[in-house]
């Protein structure tokens, strides 16, 4: 009897011991072995690398259950719950922009004697609206004054002009004969008196405006080195008035760019090619002048600042119908210089 007594309390401890071994070893299984502190880490790092570039971060990886011990890179909660991928929530894209730019323009005899010069500039001030991905619109106030280097002459609010006040329109195209793809820009130049009168030296009740496209199909050839060549037709609009001195005028300015990128935030380009206007009534070429330049491109605080400096020629080829005098195309009396200073916000 007593014998009985003490085999059925060793199997019931024997049945116990097998028991509590069962559970330890099950919650072993289970429960992620991520500690809370490389899960802090990695979600720093995924903010960090949030506010690095404002792109859309590639969700971390996700290690199922069994291999939450071996990985301190998956988030402790999506590791005990999933062992698909989280996508990540996409940056927001900032809709609206601001532009500020001044260009200031010299000739070969203001570069002689800068100091008792009197430079012109082309400012505008710009508002742009991002509709989606690949469009946007835009608005731009442009006016102009003369700025003086030298300190006899002080600067007064009487001296700023207005000019065109633009609307644009940016889009986005698949690239042309392996070309990158091609963003271009169309422009309307808005009629108005400030605007004629300092343009065109009167009013004009039959000038409507100004329509220009501005496109550039350009090829990387490597990471340094890239060419485009670029177009930019402009069509005056409104009905030809002979007392008022005005014609429908078709132009276009084109010329082939070569650039080279020092680093991501300076670039060098030269470039050349021509300038055509012709009467829109008949299309008879009025004048033709070949243009050349090289300048640098300098970006400054992730591209919120950019500076241009460039050296550009202007040479007549045609005048009021007629050719013009033979000439060297890089003769100095048609050198012309600028300096564009251009503000992002």
Known sequence: MKLNIIAALLLCASV??????TTTTATTTTAPATTAAPVKKAKKAKKKAA???GAQVAP???????????????????AATSTAAVPAA???TKKWGVTLLNEIDGDYAAGKDLKNATLPTINYVGASYKITAT????????????????????????????SFTVATITTKTKGILGSDDISPMFWYYMPGHDAEVNNFKKDMDNFAGILRADVEINWTLNPKWSASYYLNPRQTLGAKDDEAGFAATTRLIHYANLY????????????????????????????????????????????????????????????KGAAAKSQDLYNKENIGYAFVTAISL
């Not at 971390?60 to 909660?77: E, G, K, Q, S």
């Not at 021509?274 to 992730?302: C, I, R, V």
């Open 51 to 53: 506010k690095k570039d």
């Open 135 to 162: 469009e946007k619109v835009g608005l731009r106030q442009y006016y102009t004054y003369d700025y003086n280097p030298h300190p006899g002459k002080d600067f007064e609010s009487s001296d700023i002009k207005q």
């Open 90 to 92: 996409a940056a927001p």
């Open 260 to 319: 080279y990128n020092v680093s991501d935030d300076t670039q060098l380009y030269v470039n050349a090619g021509f300038d055509h206007k012709m009467t829109s009534e008949n299309l008879t070429s009025t004048s033709d002048t070949y243009l050349s330049a090289a300048g640098a491109s300098f970006g400054f605080f992730g591209g919120k600042l950019n500076i241009n400096p460039e050296v550009s020629v202007a040479t007549p080829l045609k005048s």
């Open 16 to 21: 116990a011991t097998a028991a509590s071994e």
């Open 60 to 78: 971390a990886a996700v290690a199922p259950v069994a291999a939450a011990a071996t990985t301190d890179v998956a988030p402790a909660t999506a």
